[in-house]
């Protein structure tokens, strides 16, 4: 059974920073890619941020030079560092996981307000 358990999301200001940190419970971490998704009311989910199991990265457009995606494979867990933040970032943010079958796992998401 794999779990996923997003934190860190909140209310901020244009500008601001936020690190979303998500905790994947699963017998073996490192072989999996992960992402961050969001999803903004009305909306479509889409891609964020996606770190494969080798470490390579791929952004949305949207957010290249303002995130940045980790992990930490001995912790099991992903980040999400985001700065310059705006108030189009505003969204509900989910974690994935993707096992080497391309299984897809979700958390149940975290609640990111860019505002003044």
């Known amino acids: 059974q794999v779990q996923l358990v997003e934190s860190g999301g909140g209310l901020v200001q244009p500008g601001g920073s936020l690190r979303l940190s998500c905790a994947a419970s699963?017998?073996?971490?490192?072989?999996?890619?992960m992402g961050w998704y969001r999803q903004a009311p009305g909306k479509q989910r889409e891609l964020v941020a996606v770190i494969t199991s080798g470490g390579s990265t791929t952004y949305a457009d949207s957010v290249k030079g303002r995130f940045t995606i980790s992990r930490d494979n001995g912790k099991k867990m992903v980040y999400l560092q985001m700065n310059s933040l705006k108030p189009e970032d505003t969204a509900v943010y989910y974690c994935?996981?993707?096992?080497?079958?391309?299984?897809?796992?979700w958390g149940q998401g975290t609640q990111v307000t860019v505002s003044s």
């Open positions: 994935n996981l993707k096992t080497p079958g391309r299984r897809n796992y």
């Open positions: 699963v017998s073996i971490f490192s072989t999996n890619d």
